[in-house]
């Protein structure tokens, strides 16, 4: 089963940095898109940042001036560079991966996979 590791979350003061780092294990198959979730208390799982096999990262307005992402593809693993935190980048930050495997059958099946989170806390 695919297994993904993050770390680096935790407490900040407004205006600091963090790195939240993830790395992918037990992969059969190839990993096409890597990026980054969030989910704050009481609303939705947001996109923060994604990245593909060929390196062109997406990022949602709100965030792209201050977070960067980057890959190490010999090592299935992501990371999340984030400047100048707000408090209300506080949550919990979850790491997927889009896998690609092919079928016995024939052809492929595409499935994604999630870290367990890691937690930010950005204080005022």
């Known amino acids: 089963q695919v297994q993904l590791v993050e770390s680096g979350g935790g407490l900040v003061q407004a205006g600091g940095s963090l790195r939240l780092s993830c790395a992918a294990s037990?992969?059969?198959?190839?990993?096409?898109?890597m990026g980054w979730y969030r989910q704050a208390p009481g609303k939705q799982r947001e996109l923060v940042a994604q990245?593909?096999?060929?390196?062109?990262?997406n990022y949602p307005i709100s965030m792209k001036d201050r977070f960067v992402i980057t890959r190490d593809m010999s090592k299935n693993a992501v990371s999340l560079q984030m400047n100048s935190l707000k408090p209300e980048d506080t949550a919990v930050y979850f790491c997927?991966?889009?896998?690609?495997?092919?079928?016995?059958?024939?052809?492929?099946?595409?499935?994604?996979?999630w870290g367990q989170g890691t937690q930010v806390t950005v204080s005022s």
């Open positions: 997927y991966c889009d896998l690609r495997r092919l079928r016995d059958s024939g052809g492929y099946s595409d499935d994604t996979y």
């Open positions: 037990r992969i059969t198959g190839t990993v096409n898109t």
């Open positions: 990245i593909t096999r060929d390196g062109i990262a």
